[in-house]
């Protein structure tokens, strides 16, 4: 039973890494691929899926902006 259990948390996880990684050299690019992120995690964890684009997008421009060395 626990091996159910583990499955949403994988896919959290990878939907997490994605996110990391698609920073965007563009304005445009990191909100689009902070919404895409977003969106794939609010799915993968039966959430809505435009709220999670939203703070996927919003995430993903602020930690780009700050951190544009990172990206």
Known sequence: MQRHSLKPKLILATCALLGL???GDTLGEQALGGGAAGAGVAAATG???LTGAAVGAAGNVAYCQTYPDRC
């Open 21 to 23: 990684s698609a920073c």
């Open 47 to 49: 959430g809505d899926l």
